[in-house]
């Protein structure tokens, strides 16, 4: 022990504590209920493995529906797994209630709460427990190992069906090739093809007119204004010296904005048709889980704008065993939330109606989905200016205040760089592209922030936006008032402290 | 115990239970500090020096003696507090956040209570492995992946805000 002449006392306080804290004894008792446990799951997995195959062998044979993911038939249980409780019926595959335990469940997440208190595990997740399908996530798998089999659970999970993805589709694009496309135009990309008219430097060289006259013939974005930026530039070449200089300048700036302009239209243009088949998508595989599979509890959130297919249902340890290892159109991620409180309106996700109905006295941080906003102001409001007006909702007063600025977030971030003086970062920020350069030049000149890898521009667009970046907070009476306006798409709970920096 | 033969206890622990024992014995106290100065709740803490401990049979066959028997033991503690962590945190967010700010369940009048109560987590884990457990700052670098500088300045800064504290139980 080191120091211990300054910290003599808080030695011998948390050796006291120790020596209070348990002996051997419970240490041997914990490693035999895990030997018990491991036996339990042996047998599970024997059984589970004697399922899999039996029910490959009716797949073979021309079976079941249950693997719609190969275009084959439903589940018939084998005698592998003769105590199943999942049946067959009309070609749905049915899964049963389990009332005879409480439901394990959670009526609140907070996904980002490690991160943004600071308690963000960097060492290595531990190895995967072995014997379960590949189809369960790590984190449920550990979870699993600790119950028993007929533990009742809300179960979160994610359904891709391959067919109802490749068929849903909007403009001619499915989700997979949508991405791929937006992928495409992410800043790094903008970057490589931001040309030399970029370095003004050096355009006094003949060279870069002649590259400019080059992207003027070239780019298909530049349609709008060439005619007019060919005659500058013309005029730049004619004049030389000083004053060619200032011109060509001038066409700089004026291609530069044009590029901005196309590449944003673009943008927002797929992230429009983003927005929409994920919307499209996440019902359709709702409907294609529901064709299929009869789960009791099922729940899916009709506004998940992200993660398209994640639903919820109530299951026991030993049918999420037999599902997953069933059918690999199955993800089972984590324990879920509990079932949906009734009474909420739509535009109120399934998060915040539990919050509501657990804890109502409490004030809530959402984030709010709206169409609520005045005139042309999208576009503004995706070129930086958070403090536009919104249309006020009945009974609701947002004013700047609520709706906190990003620059008050750039204010945390900064204030944490002092504090800390280590490498900070913002945590799922949405900053928009005017911002996102600006916030970049900053970097570069202060040359004090390590990482901005975590940032990403929002392709928000005219069918939604959010309000105060996630920064509104409003009570139950407000909340609830607020659900019943039109123009209110959707508000779902935010962790706390969500849009906060930290330091790590 | 020296380090060699904790580290042959650490290989053993998996088929020998008194092997397990041996290392119970010789790191138990380390354990507990590290899960209390994370968790600040003193049954949270009992119950992951055990889990600890009944982890460590299955992760020992994973062991290298380069590691270092009582890094090795403390990398399970701390990621089992991780763990504890993250299921309060989910379970009771409020609570969470306060114990991860400054709260504890120690009495504030307490030493113990007053230390925990004005370091961060962070500086009260370097505290636990630096003070209590003898760590070097690059063990602990390597245990936590944090820069050593990071820690030192961690440690300078509870330093800091624990002045008046150490200054207070020196004279008594």
Known sequence: MKNTTEFEQYIRDINALADQAGSFQAVQERLQTQKQTAGGRRKWVGLIAAAACVAVLVAGLGGSRLWGWFGTPPLEPGPGASDSSITSEDGRVVVPAVSSRPVIGVYRTHLESDELTGNQVPDPAPPRLEGYPENISDQLVRKLDEMEDDQPMRVQFIFYDRDTMEQTTLEGYTLLTLECELSERQPSHYAERCPNWMRVNQLNHNNTLATLRACLAEEPWFDSIRVEMLALLEEAVALGGQEGYDLALTVCRKMSQAWDDWWQQRLYRLGDIEYELVSRLSEALYQTLVRDYSLPGLSHSHFKYDRCGEMTATLTKQQILELAAADDRFYFEDIGLYERPAGYADAISDQLALQLDQAPEEVCRVRIFTTALEGDWPEEWLRGDMDAPVLTCAGITFTSKQIEPIDLTWFFYKRFARQDGECIRLNNAVVHNGFLKELESNWHRKGEFASYGDMFVSNMNRAYLTLGNGMVELTREQLLSLAQQEEILYIELLPPGYGMLVSY | ?172
Not at chain 2, 66 to 95: D, M, N, Q, W
Request: a neutral charge.
């Open chain 2, 1 to 172: 115990m020296m380090d060699a033969t904790l580290e042959d206890s650490i290989r053993w622990c998996s088929t020998d239970i008194s092997a397990l024992e041996a290392v119970y014995t010789e790191l138990r106290r380390d354990v507990f500090a590290l899960a209390y100065s994370l968790l600040r709740d003193f049954a949270m803490a009992e119950d992951a020096m055990q889990e600890t401990f009944a982890r460590l049979p299955r992760a020992a066959r994973k062991f290298h003696s380069a590691t270092g028997g009582k890094a090795f033991v403390l990398a399970i503690a701390r990621h089992v507090s991780f763990e504890y962590c993250r299921s309060r945190a989910k379970a009771y967010p409020s609570s969470f956040l306060k114990a991860n700010s400054a709260e504890t369940d120690m009495a504030e009048e307490t030493y113990l209570g007053q230390l925990l109560g004005a370091c961060t987590r962070e500086q009260a884990e370097v505290i636990s492995l630096h003070v209590f457990s003898g760590m070097t700052f690059e063990e602990i670098s390597r245990l936590t992946h944090t820069p050593a500088s990071t820690l030192k300045s961690r440690f300078a800064q509870a330093k800091a805000v624990l002045r008046p504290l150490l200054e207070k139980e020196a004279q008594t």
